[in-house]
T-cell receptor, first 111, second 119 residues
Framework: GESVGLHLPTLSVQEGDNSIINCAYS??????FIWYKQESGKGPQFIID?????DKRQGQRVTVLLNKTVKHLSLQIAATQPGDSAVYFC??????????FGGGTRLMVKP | GAVVSQHPSWVICKSGTSVKIECRSL??????MFWYRQFPKQSLMLMAT?????????EQGVEKDKFLINHASLTLSTLTVTSAHPEDSSFYIC???????????????FGPGTRLTVL
């Protein structure tokens, strides 16, 4: 079936550096993508989203890039802080308005 | 706005008992709620879609007689794990889709999750 996957299970960065988390998706019909942050023992927290008619969207310290040609999604976090340490999931919204989650990437920020 | 709560936040039960988990949308009406299960170090897997006033739609491989879902009102959905066994131990997370105007396109708001441990 269709799936969303990630390249890196764990990403370790130095505090203050920029982080890039990648995600590959396979359903070309997906029209909406979301990045979530999940801290230990908590539910997913919305970070940023992007519709398929866009290729870039910026928020506060975060940017999402969408490359529909190669079905690739990335989350960029500027000036990574210890509070950014968490597991990050990408999710795609398919034609049935369901969310399919990727496998997750653990971001570890070293002080 | 757009807050979703779950109760309880954690529960420990004996094998063979049933456990009910509540999911509430606190400041909006949700016609559709979703139930996910997350095992340690894994991603969220959709179990079922719950629509107010109708039967839930279960994903392939999820036993509808074991995971009973009731969506009796626009702000409450419940998941009952019947005859729970240790392999049902997991983190159960619900989400609610807010109507247009409350959120951005098709956004789901997630609850804080319920940790179920079956002894």
């Amino acid at each position: 079936g269709e799936s969303v996957g990630l390249h890196l299970p764990t990403l370790s960065v130095q505090e203050g550096d920029n982080s890039i988390i990648n995600c590959a998706y396979s359903n070309s019909a997906s029209d909406y993508f979301i990045w979530y942050k999940q801290e230990s023992g908590k539910g997913p927290q919305f970070i940023i989203d992007i519709r398929s008619n866009m290729d870039k969207r910026q928020g506060q310290r975060v940017t999402v890039l969408l490359n529909k040609t190669v079905k690739h999604l990335s989350l960029q976090i500027a000036a990574t802080q210890p509070g950014d340490s968490a597991v990050y999931f990408c999710a795609e919204n398919n034609a049935g308005n369901m969310l399919t989650f990727g496998g997750g990437t653990r971001l570890m920020v070293k002080p | 706005g757009a807050v979703v709560s779950q109760h309880p936040s954690w529960v420990i039960c004996k094998s063979g008992t049933s456990v009910k988990i509540e999911c509430r949308s606190l400041d909006f009406q949700a016609t559709t709620m979703f139930w996910y299960r997350q095992f340690p170090k894994q991603s969220l897997m959709l179990m079922a879609t719950s629509n107010e006033g109708s039967k839930a739609t279960y994903e392939q491989g999820v036993e509808k007689d074991k995971f009973l879902i009731n969506h009796a009102s626009l702000t409450l959905s419940t998941l009952t794990v019947t005859s729970a066994h240790p392999e049902d131990s997991s983190f159960y997370i619900c989400s609610a889709r807010a109507p247009t105007g409350v959120s951005s396109y098709n956004e789901q708001f997630f609850g804080p999750g319920t940790r179920l441990t079956v002894l």
